[in-house]
């Protein structure tokens, strides 16, 4: 369901796949499901094998399990990109945000954080990807001038 809504998110609009009814399948019907909604919304070309989705899954099931912990502090900068999340209201995504940049705030030695517009997937897309590009390249100047 996590891909699911991730593929939403990426598309913009719903893949048409009935939550309960997904749950209560097996995986192979539900690689048939989600390869169908990826079509119908144009994720994927018709011609594409629902095969073609093992990987993919298997992948983003495996990064959803996966917990990072850095074992030392970097030396530099962070520089933390947030966007919002669609599935949550302001008070929700206030209050991830502030959780995300108090978990960033000691893994360097000082943190950046930029707020862009769009969501996880939007945010790398015409015209969310220029305010990310001009902060990043912003950011790269004034570190080679203070180096």
Do not use: C
């Not at 997904?22 to 909604?37: K, M, P, S």
């Not at 705030?105 to 945010?123: A, D, K, M």
């Amino acid at each position: 369901m996590r891909l699911i809504e991730a593929m939403q998110l990426s598309a913009g609009r719903s893949l048409g796949i009935d939550p309960v009814g997904f749950a209560g399948t097996d995986e192979v019907a539900q690689r048939h499901a989600l390869h169908a909604g990826m079509v119908s919304v144009g994720l994927l070309p018709g011609r594409a094998s629902s095969d073609a989705m093992v990987g993919p899954a298997r992948t983003y099931a495996a990064a959803l399990r996966t917990v990072y912990r850095p074992g030392r502090r970097y030396g530099g900068v962070v520089r933390l990109v947030l966007a919002q999340d669609p599935a949550l209201d302001a008070v929700g995504n206030l209050r991830e945000q502030e959780g995300m940049i108090e978990g960033w705030r000691g893994q360097g030695s000082g943190l950046e954080v930029w707020y862009g517009g769009g969501n996880h997937f939007t945010l790398l897309k015409a015209p969310n990807v220029q305010g990310l590009a001009a902060w990043w390249l912003e950011g790269l100047v004034v570190g080679e001038v203070v180096s």
